[in-house]
């Protein structure tokens, strides 16, 4: 088999695509036989082969050990059937005796790999057995590996610690002790081996790239040892001790001339500088780690043998962490970012210690003045972007990466983190120097603005300001409308853009600050305001980034600036939306739109234009950055769709609601395109015409009638519009009160979605049909294309989810499903979806309220649905749900059906059925909440006490008092439910009258709204303050004068009380209305008696007589409602 996989393998690489297929087949139908693994591996280890051939071998090992070697032949799926690789896609059982021999010869196969490449994806493989069989069916990894070290042979050494590595990988993130008990006896056996080795290559003083592989492999093997524990061989004194010295060592070593940046053929990523990224990683784990007492518990020992007094970290550590600044700022030599950043981190934590802070403090002036001001400066490569690609210098700025960036990602951006840690925890010592040194930088440059040098300091200065915004807050001492006034706002006017954008986001820090005047407040808002219009992109942009930080926390003044040029704001963001995707600038758009909601109105249509066209150019325009800004222009897709559905939003809450219906009006041709776009290529964009699912034909004609027979191409994921655009659905429906056409044709795409995607979108899609249903019911009737009805569609839709729930319900008590043999298997939910009852709970809620609303709705167009609507929601109440609120929605389906046609509704229930109904009615009539739930089952009651007693079963003749209580229960909660709302309507009015009366006090409501929310810088400025020299940080904690009384620390864990008629009541002030919320029920009750039949006048007497003999305050409110009723009908 060798020699024919030889010659497979080499015509994987044939350029010619017929030998290449071939050669893939061959290998896809070989797979599956027993001992093709270890052929491959037998291919690798010949030394005849080329080196090419071995690699498609190690890949194809690789590829076929990680997707099948726990697989048995029992297995029905399995999470990697998508993966691809030479063509196989079928899955294979290994045969155990194959894995014996891997096992016992995949080691020695590694060592005669002969690259790295070959052998990375090797240690794919024993990675994989690591996992999976040790130690219950591998120990001898670990001899094989010792072995291999204990050779002469450095590509055998090299082998045996990437084994090792692998092994070690297992372990290190486990952190229980059980976990890691086989791991303690591995580290007790090699570790010291390894140490060995390692003290050999450092005695040595070695320089070769080989050396620095073996280098980086011992310190891998360290840090993970230690990475969430701490093997006690690890944890031995003088272990401990060596492990640092040779880490320092290495990070302090001098690097070969050849690995220098510069130097053809260097790459400081990889070699040495690996090496010593390594090094300084164990160093800086440590210290977070193992270093500070009130976090070491389990190990206080090795915490003291750490940071104690003549620890490592004394000796060793921080002398070696401020040694590597010296050699990159003082001598010039190259240190990479990754181990500045972490050299940082090892600063910042032992400033905590009182002991070690004596070390830092006298370095304090270098730092600031040769390390963190300057590495805050413009690079000279990002200023050349500047002028060259501003569009692209935008991006990387602005990208979702570089904003959340985290630590050791960025020096700049961890200088500024450090600068703000060191002059906060060690205030007295390092920010008055700060401010004297930003103080020296800002004078000068006041003298000579048009030095360019000048002006890229100032930038330092600035951005040195902005980090530390928080602290200079909170200092009174600090002048800090003197700063702002003699050095930020003159640098808006710089002729340098990279000034201006400094000082921009420099201020927007500072905008809480209290200014003396509404001038120096104008003053500065003006400012901010002017250059969102500058002629430099990435000052606008920075400018319009900054202006949501302004209407965050400006002040009333501030906030008049820009409502006074609120049209040129508003259309610059939209051009520079236009120009690149930058969701920052347009979450700024939506913040304007939410404080200035009366000044934006009048722009809605041209507004929602713009960002549509937007949206579609990002979504249909294949961008040349793509891969780089895929994620940014997603996410700024993603806010053009919040900012147009926050625009209708703000027109539906408005007061002129005739202005707000002609505009949602007018926005449906603007919208139609985006909306169409979002769920045709977002839920039906896979399908095709050969489908063999009726659902999915449907959605696939549906998508081709919208998009006249050719679907578009898109770039962006249309899912993530999904929520927002069903939102935007609703508020046009329910506002416009009617439903465009292009609507209705989406029904079956929401099925198919729902069907495709399981529950993630299907409760917003319930509800989104509800209303369009209860807005246009002869639309909903109305056939679609090819004369499909939404009716069948919306019943299996619903049925299918109903039953999904109830099934759920049963499984949850051990009993067996609800097999009904009518279920339609055309519509299915994908049970793996659902992995909380709670979703499936909501979704058959809402798909239940989808009936109720049908039934209340097509009044005399549901005949033939009734029966099979009553038959499948009175199954669905036998189910043992755990939730009322459920129950009650299935039960008010019924209802609905009742008060549809009371005749057909009795007869699909039956007397049996009936009798049951009404008792669970009965039982959960509390569970009736809202208005339309309670003034739905006052309806269904009272058509059945409209049928004669000749007409109706004995259940419901024996019922009709107790459906008489329940009606007059029912009306008194239900009046006391319309007073709450009314009052808080009303109090809701007053508010927004006051607040359009008093500019003042809806400035004061929303900035109240946005402090609520008010965690953006939240994170940098927590921690002790000002801790002395001789103190370490944590002491503080204990400080009498710091520490929270026990009544502040029982209020910080207080539960808020919930009142939960609040929540009924708020539950009906936000729900969309009911069909029958309109009707009145003393009238309803009143007219169905007067035009009852006579028999069923005189049973309902008999029985209100029957009530008055034991509840007689149920008699007197059924008769003021006939009363009322009466006169309310007059």
């Known amino acids: 088999m060798e020699d024919q996989l030889v010659f497979a393998l080499t015509h994987t690489l044939n350029p010619d695509k017929e030998k290449r297929k071939q050669a893939e087949e061959f290998l896809a139908k070989s797979s599956a036989k027993e001992q093709f693994i270890v052929a491959l591996l037998k291919v690798i280890a010949r030394s005849d082969v080329d080196n090419s051939v071995k690699l498609s071998a190690a890949v194809q090992a690789k590829n076929l050990i990680t997707l099948n070697w726990i697989r048995t032949g029992d297995e029905l799926r399995d999470k990697f059937d998508s993966k691809r690789y030479f063509g196989n896609t079928a899955k294979i059982v290994i045969p155990e005796s194959d894995k014996v021999l891997i096992r016992e010869n995949v080691v020695e196969v590694v060592a005669l790999a002969p690259d790295l490449k070959i052998r990375k994806n090797l240690a794919v493989c024993v990675k994989h057995l690591c996992l999976e ?31 090792l590595n692998c092994l070690y990988k297992k372990y290190a993130f486990k952190s229980k002790p059980e976990q890691r008990e086989p791991f303690n006896e591995v580290v ?149 970012d990754i181990v500045l950043c972490t050299s940082l981190v090892i600063i910042e934590h032992t400033m905590e210690f009182a002991s070690m802070f004596k070390t830092i403090k006298p370095e304090i002036p270098f ?33 979702f990466e570089n904003v959340f960036a985290s ?26 120097r700060t401010l004297e040194i930003l103080s020296q930088v800002m004078s000068a440059y006041k003298q000579n603005p048009d030095n360019a040098q000048s002006a890229l300091k100032m930038c330092g200065a600035l951005r040195a300001l902005s980090s530390l915004s928080g602290l200079l807050m909170e200092d009174k001492t600090v002048p800090h409308e003197q700063l702002l006034s003699e050095y930020v706002l003159p640098a808006f006017s710089s002729r340098f853009g990279f000034l201006r954008f400094d000082a921009c986001d420099c201020m927007s820090k500072f905008v809480k600050v209290t200014l003396s005047s509404p001038q120096m407040e104008h003053a500065v808002a003006d400012a901010m305001t002017s250059l969102v219009l500058d002629k430099e992109l990435p000052v606008r942009v920075k400018a319009s980034c900054a202006l949501r930080k302004l209407l965050k926390n400006g002040t009333f003044a501030m906030h008049e600036v820009v409502r006074s040029k609120i049209e040129g704001i508003i259309r610059t963001l939209l051009a520079i939306t236009r120009e690149v995707a930058i969701d920052e600038v347009l979450s700024t758009l939506q913040a304007v739109i939410k404080r200035f909601p009366d000044s934006v109105l009048p722009l809605a249509v041209d507004i929602c234009e713009n960002i549509s066209q937007t949206y579609l150019r990002y979504a249909l325009e294949k961008n040349a950055l793509e891969e780089e800004e895929g994620c940014e222009t997603e996410m ?74 050719e679907l578009p191409t898109v770039y962006i994921d249309m899912l993530e519009s999904f929520e927002t655009a069903l939102h935007m659905i609703h508020l046009i429906c329910f506002h416009t009160r009617s439903v465009p056409a292009q609507f209705w044709t989406l029904v079956p795409i929401f099925a198919y979605t729902i069907k495709a995607l399981g529950s993630e979108y299907s409760e917003q899609m319930f509800s989104v049909i509800e209303t369009m249903i209860q807005m246009d019911p002869q639309g909903f009737l109305r056939p679609g294309p090819n004369g499909i009805s939404n009716v069948d569609i919306v019943f299996q839709m619903v049925g299918a989810s109903i039953k999904e729930c109830c099934d759920a319900a049963y499984e949850a008590q051990g ?85 549809y046609n009371p005749q057909l509704a009795v007869e699909a229930l039956g007397p049996e059925k009936l009798g049951v109904f009404i008792q669970r009615c009965l039982e959960y009539l509390e569970s009736h909440l809202v208005v339309s739930e309670k003034l739905i089952c006052i309806l269904a009651f009272v058509r059945l006490l409209t049928i004669p007693p000749s007409a109706s079963p004995q259940q419901l003749n024996a019922e009709r008092p107790n459906l008489i209580i329940a009606i007059s229960e029912l009306a008194k909660n239900l009046h006391k439910l319309r007073e709450v709302i009314a009052k808080e309507k009303a109090t809701l009015q007053e508010q927004a009258q006051k607040a ?3 500019p003042m006090a809806a400035f004061k409501a929303a900035k109240a709204a946005d402090d609520e929310y008010d965690i953006e810088d939240m994170g940098d400025e927590n921690g002790p303050t000002d801790v002395p020299e001789e103190y370490n940080a944590w002491d503080l904690d204990n400080d009498p004068q710091t520490a929270l009384t026990e009544s502040e620390r029982m209020a910080m864990f207080a539960q808020e009380e919930v009142d939960e008629d609040e929540e009924d009541e708020a539950e009906d002030l936000e ?47 059924i008769q003021q409602m006939l009363a009322e009723g009466q006169k309310r009908s007059g």
Not at 661 to 669: A, C, D, E, G, T
Not at 679 to 698: I, K, W
Not at 1073 to 1101: C, G, K, M, W
């Open 996 to 998: 359009a009366k008093d």
């Open 407 to 432: 630590r050791g990602e960025s020096f700049q951006r961890d200088a500024a983190y450090t600068l703000g840690s060191l002059c906060r925890l060690r205030k007295r010592y390092a920010l008055p």
């Open 188 to 336: 007790a056996r090699t570790l010291p081996v390894v140490q060995q080795l390692f003290e050999g290559l450092m005695s040595q003083n070695q320089t070769n790239p080989e050396a620095a592989m073996l280098i980086k492999l011992c310190c891998k093997i360290y840090l993970q040892a230690i990475m969430m524990g701490l093997p006690p061989t690890a944890a031995e004194p003088q272990r401990l001790q060596t492990w640092v010295k040779l880490s320092a060592t290495v990070l302090l070593k001098s690097v070969p001339e050849g690995e220098q940046p510069g130097t053809p053929g260097a790459d400081p990523k990889f070699g040495w500088w690996k090496a010593k990224r390594r090094a300084i990683e164990i160093l800086e784990r440590l210290i977070t780690k193992y270093g500070f007492p009130k976090y070491c518990n389990d190990w206080p020992d090795f915490c003291a043998l750490v940071t104690g007094p003549n620890g490592v970290a004394q000796q060793f550590i921080l002398p070696a962490a401020l040694q590597i600044f010296k050699m990159r700022f003082e001598m010039g030599q190259y240190v990479s």
């Open 636 to 709: 700024a897709a993603m806010d053009c769709m919040e900012s147009i559905d926050l625009i209708l939003s703000a027109l539906c809450s408005g007061n002129d609601k005739e202005r707000a219906v002609q505009v949602l009006s007018s926005l449906v041709r603007v919208l139609g395109p985006l909306i169409n776009l979002v769920f045709v290529v977002g839920g039906t964009g896979g399908l095709n015409s050969n489908e063999t699912d009726p659902l999915a034909q449907m959605a696939f004609v549906c998508g081709q009638t919208l998009f006249n027979g």
């Open 1071 to 1117: 729900a969309t209305e009911s069909p029958v919320d309109n009707i009145d029920e003393y009238v309803f009750l009143y007219s169905s008696l007067a035009q009852a039949h006579p028999d069923s006048r005189t049973a309902f007497e008999t029985a209100l007589g029957q009530v008055g003999l034991e509840n007689s305050e149920a008699v007197t409110i």
């Open 367 to 399: 730092f600031l003045q040769q390390v963190l001001l300057p590495t805050l400066c413009w690079k000279e490569e990002t200023l050349q972007e500047w002028e060259t690609d501003p569009q692209q210098l935008v991006f990387d700025l602005f990208s």
């Open 815 to 899: 009993q067996e499903e609800n097999d009904d043999e009518n279920d339609d298997e055309d519509f299915g939910f994908d049970q793996d979806m659902y992995q909380d009852d709670t979703i499936l709970d909501k979704e058959a809620a809402n798909a239940a309220y989808m009936f109720s609303t049908t039934l209340q709705s097509c009044s005399g167009q549901m005949d033939k649905y009734v029966k099979p609507i009553v038959d499948m929601m009175f199954t669905a109440t036998d189910a043992p749900l755990e939730n009322p609120w459920v129950f009650t929605n299935f039960l008010n389906v019924i209802e609905s059906a009742i008060y």
């Open 133 to 163: 069989d040790f130690p219950e069916r591998w120990t001898r990894v670990v001899q094989d590996a010792l072995n291999l070290l204990a050779t002469q042979d450095l590509g055998r050494v090299h082998a045996g610690l990437v084994v």
